[in-house]
């Protein structure tokens, strides 16, 4: 039996999916990706009308975990269908599954998790949460969402200045540009997620799901077009190998 690398509760109607690997800051396995996907269609079948995301220990996610890739090809910076289909499978059920998605950002937040964050309908930090999009730092490029859902959130002027510059940002800076809703000291993180889902499930879940498809259909010319060329589109990246040298072994 695979290892629990997602963790799943269900308590008055608000779903909670926890990634599970604390010790290797949750990074991402084609494991993980699987195990999620699974979790978000128990969650559909359940009918709750909230769903949090969040992570075990002091970080949402690390990102995907290279060691996982073994000796695989990432042939123009993609990370490859081992991953990638998993992965965008999982963003679409979070973007436009039958419940509200919050990402409860707890600590480091980077590249991979931080599409998964973007995917949700909501983003709640924590104050000093670390993120950032690392792909060009590696030789990677974006696969599972975020050249379009990145810009969708914080601007094209800002989205850019982040991807080109792969800066790390605070969870407080992420609420400041738009990315969150809204960010919190971490000791009050829990709180602030349960108040909010709270307020939100007290609503018709047929008004919920009205405004999710809305939200969906006003976004779709923009972002329903950049998910489908990113995923469409391959280039030239040289020096992935090289970047990526020390962190596969």
Same mark, same amino acid.
Not at 164 to 180: D, L, N, Q, S
């Given at each position: 039996?695979? $290892? ?11 779903? /909670? ?24 269609? $128990? ?22 975990? &290279?060691?996982? +890739? ?43 998790? &931080? $599409? +998964?964050?973007?995917?949700?309908? &909501? ?10 999009? /690392? ?53 009050? &993180? @829990? ?21 999710? @498809? ?21 280039? $030239?990246?040289?020096? /992935? @190998? ?8």
């Amino acid at each position: 039996m695979s $290892e629990q690398e997602v963790l799943t509760s269900i308590t008055n109607g608000i779903g /909670t999916i926890t990634l599970n690997r604390p010790d290797a800051l949750n990074a991402i396995t084609p494991t993980m990706l699987g195990q999620l996907n699974d979790a978000l269609d $128990e969650m559909a079948q359940a009918e709750v009308s909230v769903v949090v995301l969040t992570g075990a220990g002091r970080a949402f996610s690390a990102g995907v975990d &290279l060691k996982a +890739l073994g000796d695989r090809d990432l042939t123009g910076g993609s990370v490859g269908d081992i991953l990638d289909l998993p992965a965008r499978s999982a963003t679409a059920k979070l973007a436009d599954g039958g419940f509200v998605t919050i990402a409860k950002v707890n600590g480091f937040c980077f590249t991979g998790a &931080l $599409e +998964l964050a973007l995917a949700c309908d &909501l983003m709640v930090c924590a104050d000093g949460a670390k993120m950032a999009d /690392t792909h060009a730092k590696f030789g990677l490029r974006p696969t599972w969402g975020l050249s379009a859902r990145l810009p969708a959130a914080v601007g094209a002027a800002k989205a850019r200045e982040l991807s080109y510059t792969a800066r790390t940002f605070t969870g407080a800076e992420a609420a400041e540009m738009g990315m969150a809703c809204r960010s919190a000291a971490a000791d009050e &993180l @829990d709180a602030v997620v349960d108040e909010m889902a709270g307020q939100i499930v007290a609503n018709s879940a047929g008004s919920l799901r009205a405004y999710k @498809d809305l939200y969906r259909s006003d976004a779709e010319a923009s972002v329903g077009a950049g998910l489908g060329y990113e995923a469409a589109t391959a280039y $030239e990246i040289a020096d /992935t @190998d090289e970047r990526l040298a020390g962190f596969r072994s």
